[in-house]
């Protein structure tokens, strides 16, 4: 049976002391990111009538939750090599030595504190940053508009008919291409049968339904046979009418819009519809909101053997350590978005792939500091 710790007054001091260091470098950390730029914009908006002091207020309120995301992750890494650097400065780390205190039980209550900031993370992915986009698109007027093209495929995955989309934009279609193709095929010329322009459209789960069309017939020599205007007609009905529209509205979305189930379900209809890379970047997107916060107990163990030093040991190595790296895990993201995009590597290899990289280290300076 597994037992825990009994809580002592070591537990609520180091607990304590991680708390108010964490707080401290999440707050820099969020002042520091958020002053530069977006305050300004901020502030010179609300100066010439385009924001309320209300709504700049809340603007920043909005834009917390993704600096918090990252904030998180760096707060606990500085937070808890600043506190245990200053134990092992003020020789208080000797002193827990000295009683008894193994490195496991010295560590115990600032993984107990990290896994609160790792539920913290987690729930500020999947719920606070999707609803502050939702809230910052209302406030800026950001209106859904974009370009779209959908393949209905048949049971064989030959193509049976291409919907092209100019534009979308708040549930109407406008200047819209649907190409039917015929059940024959050719050695020398294309299966094109019909070609169907409206001029706007309306998609629904059930149909998507197009208005005001001109209608040109394709002979079985590649050449318009005869040209009708129709006033309206059904396209992509039932399911695909469903997938079609799902994949046109998610299609305009950041992956920080969507909550994590949402997402699963996109993920789902990509791979569904055959849709590679796409389905490789939300995969490995949708892996990352598991895996991301994770990387706060990792960064709070490596902050705390960071902090052990010796007497004659400069003090700043372990803070250098540590920026760098927090700024080689950022500044990789990216990378490995492109790997599982361009499928070099599996979308599971590249999200994991950071916290196999910060166990190593744990692992390397554990071993090379001797605690």
């Known amino acids: 049976m597994l037992k825990f710790p009994k809580i002592t007054i070591y537990d609520k001091y180091i607990f304590s002391q991680v708390f108010m260091t964490t707080f401290v470098a ?12 977006m305050l300004l914009k901020t502030i010179e908006k609300t100066l010439s009538g385009t924001y309320t002091p209300v709504v700049a207020v809340k603007v920043l309120a909005y ?15 500085l937070g808890s090599l600043f506190t245990f650097d200053k134990l092992s400065k003020d020789s208080e780390l000797t002193i827990f030595r000295a009683v008894g205190l193994s490195f496991k039980r010295i560590l115990a209550p600032v993984l107990f504190f990290s896994v609160i900031v790792t539920v913290l993370c987690f729930i500020t992915y999947d719920k606070l940053i999707p609803m502050a986009e939702t809230g910052l698109n209302i406030i800026k007027g950001k209106r859904t508009v974009t370009q779209y093209i959908y ?7 030959v193509p049976k008919d291409y919907v092209v989309v100019s534009k979308y934009d708040d ?6 291409i649907y190409l039917d193709f015929g059940e024959k095929r050719y050695t020398d010329v294309h299966e094109l049968t019909d070609i169907y322009y409206a001029k706007t459209g309306t998609p629904s789960n059930d149909k ?11 002979s079985d020599d590649g050449i318009f046979e005869e040209i009708e205007h129709i006033a309206e007609m059904n396209i992509l009905n039932g399911e695909s009418a469903a997938n079609a529209l799902k ?6 979305k950041r992956d920080r819009e969507i909550t994590n189930a949402d997402l699963k379900s996109y993920v789902n209809l990509l791979k569904k519809e055959n849709l590679d890379e796409e389905y490789r970047t939300m995969l490995n997107k949708y892996y990352q909101r598991f895996f991301h916060p994770f990387v706060c107990i990792l960064l709070a163990i490596l902050g705390v053997i960071l902090g052990f030093s010796k007497p004659r040991e400069h003090r700043m190595v372990g803070f250098v350590i540590a920026i760098g790296c927090i700024f080689v895990y950022y500044i990789t993201l990216p990378f490995f978005d492109l790997l599982a995009a361009k499928g070099v590597l599996p ?6 792939f950071p916290l196999l990289a910060f166990l190593a280290a744990i692992v390397a300076l ?5 605690i």
């Open 26 to 37: 999440i707050l820099l950390f969020s002042v520091v990111w958020i002053a530069p730029e």
């Open 63 to 77: 834009e917390l939750p993704k600096i918090l995301g990252k904030a998180f992750p760096v707060g606990l890494l």
């Open 151 to 157: 393949t209905e495929k048949d049971k064989n995955n």
């Open 171 to 176: 549930g109407e279609m406008q200047d819209i």
């Open 208 to 218: 998507w339904t197009l208005s005001d069309i001109s209608h040109y017939e394709i």
């Open 247 to 252: 994949l046109m509205v998610y299609s305009t």
């Open 347 to 352: 979308p599971l290899i590249t999200s994991l």
């Open 366 to 370: 554990y071993k090379s500091k001797d």
